[in-house]
């Protein structure tokens, strides 16, 4: 680029016709059109039950999810490196690696990604999955 200022090198045009360019359309993100709900039960060292449970997979589609711990406190976790965390695999989980979820509350995240959850107890924990996406 030159020393010139920006207003040197900018090439003006003039359009005469701008009625005969093909009109873009609006462009607007689509709004959620399909909700679906599930439940795991994840446990710690109980027979029957696995240590966690991927509760939302990578889904370009997904606009919010909202993640419920019905009976237990759970841990929620970004990546399977932080579920296998061996901080994450002590019964009551003193020092949680992720999101520590209280018994009875929520977590609502916006966002595409994915998300584990992992039990802190070896009772069965019960976590409510709501997800909000789009049509294709």
Aim: glycine share 6%.
């Amino acid at each position: 680029m030159s020393d010139r200022p920006i207003s040197e090198e900018v090439i003006r045009v003039y359009v005469e016709n701008p009625e005969e360019f093909p009109n873009p359309g609006n462009v607007e993100e689509k709004e959620p059109e399909h909700f679906s709900f599930s439940t795991v039960a994840v446990a710690y060292d109980l027979a029957g039950y696995n240590n966690s449970e991927q509760v939302l997979a990578l889904d370009p589609l997904r606009k919010d999810a909202s993640i419920l711990a019905v009976d237990n406190a759970v841990v929620v976790c970004h990546s399977h490196q932080q579920v296998t965390d061996p901080a994450n695999q002590i019964s009551g989980v003193p020092y949680p690696q992720g999101a520590y979820l209280p018994a009875g509350s929520s977590l609502t995240v916006t966002g595409t990604g994915p998300a584990w959850v992992v039990a802190t107890v070896s009772s069965a924990s019960r976590v409510s999955v709501f997800i909000n996406r789009r049509n294709a």
